[in-house]
Structure formats: structure tokens, C-alpha cells
């Protein structure tokens, strides 16, 4: 009943809904990213110079000319995780005819310029339509080999389309969140609970620590754990999670300190309870409210950092799509033409680390939670 009264304050307010429509939007995105990218190769890395940065809209025509060398065939479970291998290489055009067994094609070099290139369509082709007509050659290269690629983000500085890695760029803003976030709260957890509980030299031991761990820049201490384990998708995750349990680890020291000195707890003692019993199934239970509220906080600021890492060089590395590194890469272009380039990574960072701070707030609230 408790539960159920909590998720029906929350949902009396209109921000906290579209606060968690936000989270649960991007979270399905981030899981099945290359089902809805327009472009589904890993890390959504087609790189076409010549479309480099277009403004959201833009559209052009594609001829896919078949690789020499294909790159290995991948299982549906690989490709639903990392993308599908294309098998084509990618050339815009601005129209094509075919000439008897020739296609003509108006290469798109930049606005105003084009070039004329021939293939023979026989090279385009499979073998299993090699033996056929003219005609039906014809027919398979316009409708399997000339297409029409809309860019509704526009796209990057190398022609990579925006949205595809926008999209798959947010599995490592929700991926860092919940590894920091799992990672800080279970360290917290423990050193917190052991802390509040036993005092004393435990007690003066954390809080030592926890004080040297404050004297240091977030980021200065997640430049060090980097450069100790190594620069890496998962290894920038777990260094963000070693930097942010110091303040779950405080909250849960405090409410322990008031949670010792309970009657239900000296009861549990006198039964003769142990001491990591009353901590894990009589004292955590009763502070799940702040450990909610400092998990959201925690979710927010790991996404904070992981942008500001990618955006120094020092977080997650090309061709892998990260937010603050998009924001890298097109950072220069807020005084050109092209601000959009940079504009789009930084609102979606925005909305979603203002989510997750107003999802926080909405739940300390509720949950009346002091400190």
C-alpha cells in the first residue's frame, strides 16, 4: 500500500510524468537502438564526406556499391547489439542513367558540383543475376542499389548521420548511469551502514576518508582511477563509480546514526539478532527512501561527468557515439552556419540529466527526506 501511495503522489505531478516519459523513452532507445536507427551499422560509422555537415532535413540520393572484401556475417543477437556490418559502400549522387550495361551516375561532390562516374553494371551485380537479361539487371540495381537517405538531424562533420548516433549514443549515458550508480550505492551502502552502526574507530576510519575523497576535483580523482586502469567503455564506468559513493556513503552514515538508537533496533539486539542481520534486514529497509533519492542524484551526475570526460578526450573513444564527444567534435561550429551540430548532444544531455534531478527532487518530497 505504501508503494502504491508513493507512485500515486508522483503521478499527480505533470513534470515528474514527463520526467520519467523522458527517462523511459531514452532507456528504450538506448536497448534497442539499432532496430530504429536509420543507419544500423556499428556505431552508426557510414562515413560520407561529401554530406558532411548538412543541416536536419537534408536528403540525397544513395548508390550502394558492393564491397570487394565483405566483413564478416554476425549472429541477429551480435547485430541487435552492435549493429549490422554493411556490405556497401556508400556514394551520393544527383542522378543516374544507364547506357546499354553502364550506369551513368552524377556523383554529388558539394553544392553546385558534381562529377560524372560509369560503372559496369556487371560488377555491381551478385552472381545469381549476372546470368540474367539486361533489362532485369537493370531492374535489381534501381531497386536494391539506388536509394534515398533522409537526415532529419542532419549530419556530423565526417556525414554520419546525427539521429542513428544520438540514439545509440545514449546507451552510454543510461550504461555509465547505472554502473556508477550500482557501483557508488553498493560502496556507500556498506561503508555508510558500517560506519553509523559501529562507530568508533570504523566510524573515524570512513569519515577520514570520505573527508580526503571530498579534498579532491571530481574530476582530478576520475583523471587518476583512469589513468590506473585504463581509458575504456567500461573501465571510464567504473572509475566514475569509485569518485561519487563518498556522498551516498555520508547520507546513509547519518541515517544509520539515528536508526541505531531506534527501540525496534536495541529489541533486535536483545533477541539476540546479529549485527549484519539489523544492518541488511531491520535498518536498510527503513532508509530505501534516501537511498532512491541519492540514486537518482548519483544517475545524473554520472551522466554529467561521463559528458564532460568524453568532451576532454579522456572518456569513451571514437568511433563509439558518446554525447560529450559529439559535442567535441563539433564544438567549433557554434560560430559558423552549423551551430546545430553541437546544440543537439548538449539538449539531449539537458533533458535527460533535468529528469532524472526532477524525478529526485519529486521523491525526496515524497518521501519526506531530510538532510
Not at 539487371?137 to 536509394?147: G, K, M
Request: aromatic share 8%.
Amino acid at each position: 500500500m505504501a508503494d502504491d501511495s508513493i507512485i500515486k503522489k508522483l503521478i499527480r505531478k505533470p513534470s515528474v510524468v514527463v520526467a520519467v516519459s523522458v527517462i523511459a523513452i531514452t532507456c528504450l532507445l538506448a536497448v534497442f537502438a539499432y532496430l530504429v536507427v536509420p543507419d544500423n551499422t556499428p556505431n552508426a560509422n557510414t562515413m560520407i564526406i561529401e554530406l558532411g555537415a548538412k543541416q536536419p532535413g537534408f536528403s540525397k540520393q544513395l548508390l550502394l556499391i558492393p564491397k570487394t572484401v565483405k566483413e564478416e556475417q554476425s549472429n541477429k543477437l551480435k547485430e541487435w547489439f552492435s549493429g549490422k556490418p554493411s556490405d556497401y559502400k556508400v556514394s551520393p549522387i544527383n542522378g543516374y542513367s544507364f547506357d546499354g550495361s553502364t550506369l551513368v551516375t552524377l556523383h554529388y561532390i558539394d553544392d553546385g558540383m558534381q562529377d560524372t562516374i560509369r560503372y559496369n553494371i556487371t560488377d555491381l551485380l551478385p552472381a545469381k543475376v549476372k546470368t540474367q537479361n539486361l533489362q532485369t539487371q537493370q531492374s535489381y540495381v534501381q531497386e536494391n542499389l539506388i536509394t534515398k537517405r533522409k537526415f532529419y538531424l542532419g549530419s556530423d562533420r565526417y556525414g554520419r548521420d546525427i539521429l542513428s548516433r544520438l540514439i545509440i549514443g545514449a546507451r552510454v549515458s543510461i550504461a555509465v548511469g547505472i554502473v556508477a550508480v550500482l557501483l557508488s550505492l553498493t560502496i556507500g551502502i556498506v561503508l555508510g551502514s558500517l560506519s553509523g552502526y559501529y562507530g568508533g574507530i570504523i566510524d573515524n576510519a570512513v569519515m577520514w576518508l570520505i573527508n580526503i575523497l571530498w579534498a579532491i576535483p571530481t574530476l582530478l580523482l576520475v583523471f587518476a582511477i583512469t589513468l590506473t586502469i585504463g581509458k575504456g567503455f567500461w573501465e571510464i564506468f567504473v572509475a566514475i563509480g569509485l569518485t561519487m559513493w563518498v556522498s551516498a556513503a555520508r547520507l546513509i552514515r547519518g541515517q544509520v546514526l539515528v536508526l541505531r538508537e531506534m527501540e525496534y533496533i536495541t529489541a533486535a539486539k536483545a533477541l539476540g539478532l546479529g549485527d549484519m542481520r539489523i544492518i541488511f534486514r531491520h535498518i536498510l529497509p527503513n532508509i530505501a527512501g534516501p537511498i532512491m533519492v541519492i540514486a537518482a542524484s548519483n544517475f545524473a551526475t554520472a551522466i554529467l561527468i561521463e559528458a564532460g570526460l568524453s568532451f576532454l578526450g579522456i572518456g569513451v573513444q571514437p568511433p563509439q557515439p558518446s554525447w560529450g564527444l559529439m559535442i567535441k567534435e563539433h564544438y567549433n561550429f557554434l560560430l559558423t552556419n552549423r551551430p546545430i551540430l553541437a546544440i543537439i548532444p548538449g539538449l539531449a544531455i539537458m533533458l535527460l540529466v533535468y529528469a532524472f534531478n526532477i524525478l529526485g527532487n519529486a521523491l525526496r518530497d515524497v518521501l519526506d527526506v531530510k538532510g
